[in-house]
């Protein structure tokens, strides 16, 4: 079937079990239960599972650090400090994008201070999706960021209570105001 296009599509529940070239090619199989749905010029991607899907972000997902698969804040700092026991000291550790807080049992974002427990000499970004990222003291460090930094446009540095940096930034516009590796090489997963 690859990279041919389909005017019909059959469906039984969520699997697609016949496809035609024609508009009206599967009309035989229509039944007194059979719902049609006539879609027009709307195209129809049924092996996508998410319409928002970035997909070379998808991609650079796998070369990074898994933290998606973490369950809790303790195994995703673990993941960060077994990349970091790897990596050579001032390489920057960048997490995969596609994490989310609400699936740790803390149901809360990592912190820089708690970053920082896991690779103190390694820069470490994690990226959750394109507009939010945590970063450790020494990414901080790195991208010029310091205590008196004013927030960037569009964006928002978390803070701690204690005056100290917590390490999260909140961007209008992906990585626009993110502290970022630059042309440093990464560390691989």
């Known amino acids: 079937m690859t990279g041919q296009t389909y005017r019909s599509v059959g469906l039984r529940g969520a699997e697609i079990v016949a496809v035609s070239p024609e508009r009206n090619g599967l009309d035989d199989l229509v039944g007194g239960d059979t719902i049609t749905v006539d879609a027009g010029d709307l ?9 928002h899907e970035h997909l070379m972000e ?3 997902n796998t070369l990074l650090v898994p933290v998606q698969s973490a369950g809790s804040i303790a195994e995703f700092i673990a993941m960060v400090a077994d990349a970091s026991r ?13 994490w989310h807080e609400s699936n740790l049992a803390e149901n809360r974002l990592p912190t820089g201070p708690e970053l920082d427990v896991a690779a103190r000499d390694n820069p470490v970004l994690a990226r959750r999706g394109g507009h939010l990222a945590v970063a450790n003291t020494a990414a901080l460090t790195a991208a010029g960021i310091g205590p008196d930094t ?3 446009p569009g964006g928002k540095i978390g803070r701690l209570p204690t005056a100290g940096q917590a390490g999260c930034w909140k961007a209008a516009r992906s ?3 993110q502290p970022s ?3 440093r090489r990464a560390t691989r997963w």
Request: net charge positive.
């Open 43 to 51: 195209t129809l991607l049924p092996a996508f599972a998410d319409s």
């Open 58 to 60: 998808a991609s650079r």
């Open 150 to 152: 004013p927030d960037p």
């Open 175 to 177: 990585g626009r105001s």
């Open 86 to 98: 790897t990596a050579a000291p001032g390489s920057w550790i960048l997490t995969a994008m596609a």
């Open 181 to 183: 590796p630059h042309r």
